[in-house]
């Protein structure tokens, strides 16, 4: 429950067209639902901004179908991480909105599309990174922001990267994703003002040590205003985007 849907139950009852019982029933549930094996957090939106995601790694199919059933009773939209198949079949049974993003490994279920804003670009290293990429995609996307991807462009071929130098200038947020040795955020950091969020992924040969040796390089960056996820986070990578997208204020730097 958002504070536009707090505000109108209020009003509700200001107006005498919801008694104060009903109204109570609805706020029952607020700050979190108990469901036994897990809390849904129904105060999350109006605490952040964004509703609570379903991580759906380690969980059985019944616990995650209960959750997503308790965020959609509150009108909340579900947004269901590391999503299998067949998990994806069980949260297309409870609601015909269901989109399973095969890519991303990710189910979303909305209950209203926002107007996309702002400006986030997202670009990767090489087309195995593109998992990552999308995850970070549709996390932005359904929390409201206007994303636009750039793959491929890895510093193997820096022309590749040089090409699109002007629209990385323009956005007002970027997510570098890179497996291997991991240098594109430091270089990309390099040519911007853009806040950079710097994504390691698991992608690469053994030296690369599931994504050990990429966190390391882009810990180590030495361009400015990098921040870093941990290992194949396209989740907290567009979730931070999309923070940093909104933020009241935000202007554009001159040089």
């Known amino acids: 429950m958002d504070s536009s849907a707090i505000k109108k139950l209020l009003q509700q009852v200001q107006e005498g067209n919801l008694s104060v019982p009903k109204a109570l029933d609805q706020l029952r549930m607020l700050p979190y639902e108990n469901l036994g094996f897990a809390k849904v957090d129904h105060h999350r939106t109006l605490r952040q901004g964004v509703p609570e995601a379903i991580l759906c790694e380690g969980k059985t199919e ?47 279920i909305q209950t209203t599309v926002p107007r996309p804003q702002g400006d986030i670009v997202i670009i990767t290293a090489g087309t195995s990174d593109i998992p990552v990429a999308e995850e970070a995609r549709v996390t932005a996307t359904v929390m409201g922001s206007a994303v636009e991807t750039l793959f491929d462009v890895g510093v193997a071929g820096l022309h590749r990267l040089l090409d699109h130098l002007d629209r990385l200038q323009q956005a007002r947020v970027l997510i570098v994703i890179a497996g291997m040795d991991g240098v594109l955020p430091t270089v990309v950091g390099g040519l911007v003002k853009t806040p950079l969020i710097a994504v390691p992924t698991s992608r690469g040969y053994g030296a690369n040590f599931g994504g050990i040796a990429p966190l390391l390089t882009m810990l180590n960056a030495c361009s400015g205003g990098i921040g870093v996820m941990n290992i194949d986070n396209g989740f ?19 040089y």
């Open 62 to 108: 019944v616990q995650i179908v209960a959750i997503a059933k308790g965020l959609l009773k509150r009108e909340v939209p579900v947004l269901a991480t590391r999503a299998t198949p067949k998990v994806a079949r069980a949260l297309t049974r409870i609601s015909p909105r269901a989109v399973y993003e095969k890519e991303a490994r990710m189910v979303v």
């Open 236 to 254: 907290g990578a567009g979730h931070l985007a999309h923070r940093i997208n909104v933020l009241p204020g935000l202007q554009e730097l001159e």
